[in-house]
Nanobody, 126 residues
Framework: QVQVIESGGGLVQAGGSLRLSCAAS????????MGWFRQAPGQERESVAA????????YYADSVKGRFTISREGAKNTVFLQMYSLRPEDTAVYYC???????????????????WGQGTQVTVSS
């Protein structure tokens, strides 16, 4: 059974930091990309950051560039999202996703991902 489990969300003041973690398990294949997405109430799910299976290719949404850092380690099935200089507009449910084996194209698109976590709430107060 595939599991994608996020952790690390919470309430933080504007300007603060949070670190999200995500662990994927049960996939029948290795070498897959992982991504972070978010969805605020009444809005569509949007991309945040993505990292290729090798870790060599990293992508960020314009809205988080320079503030968020994605990384992966530990046999490469664990991914982190370090968030700095948080803003109230970063408030959302953050989802982690695991993609298809060897995929390196369009990794900021939710449609490229096969398995999703349940999400973790991030709330930034002003």
């Amino acid at each position: 059974q595939v599991q994608v489990i996020e952790s690390g969300g919470g309430l933080v003041q504007a300007g603060g930091s949070l670190r999200l973690s995500c662990a994927a398990s049960g996939l029948t294949y290795s070498n897959y990309p992982m991504g972070w997405f978010r969805q605020a109430p009444g809005q569509e799910r949007e991309s945040v950051a993505a990292i290729s299976w090798s870790g060599r290719n990293i992508y960020y949404a314009d809205s988080v560039k320079g503030r968020f850092t994605i990384s992966r380690e530990g046999a490469k099935n664990t991914v982190f999202l370090q968030m700095y200089s948080l803003r109230p507009e970063d408030t959302a449910v953050y989802y982690c996703a695991a993609g298809n084996q060897w995929d390196t194209i369009g990794l900021l698109s939710p449609s490229r991902y096969r398995y999703w976590g349940q999400g973790t709430q991030v709330t930034v107060s002003s």
